[in-house]
């Protein structure tokens, strides 16, 4: 899972990265194989003066499918962070789990739906 991380209005450090990462694993690692990439963009609104102003902002680039963007706002980033990944692993999970079963449906006309037909 390529998973590129873009700090704005601050620095990054390296107890943030690690969080976020281990994070976004938790969250979307049984799915590993159908994402292609994770875009996350942490920023700070208001900058020094504080208020409810980090944001994490996440894209996920699914294989086949339209990307899952989540977004989040609160006063401490790690639990933007926290909320966000969570929402994105369940969203990911409901749209893996819609395509599957999509996958499963048989189409009008095929040769197991005539099949099925009484005659």
Known sequence: MQIDIQARNFS???ALRSHIE???AFA????????RRI??????INGPRG???????LQVLLAHMPDVVIED???DLYAAIDRACDRA?????RRLDRQRIRGRSVSPGSTAALAEQPG
Do not use: M, Y
Not at 39 to 44: E, G, N, Q
Not at 51 to 57: A, N
């Open 12 to 14: 990054l450090t390296e």
């Open 22 to 24: 281990r994070r976004l």
């Open 28 to 35: 979307l690692g049984p799915r590993d194989h159908h994402i």
């Open 39 to 44: 875009v996350a963009r942490l920023s700070d």
């Open 51 to 57: 208020g409810i102003d980090k944001h994490c902002h």
């Open 73 to 75: 706002t609160e006063s």
């Open 89 to 93: 692993g369940r969203t990911v999970g």
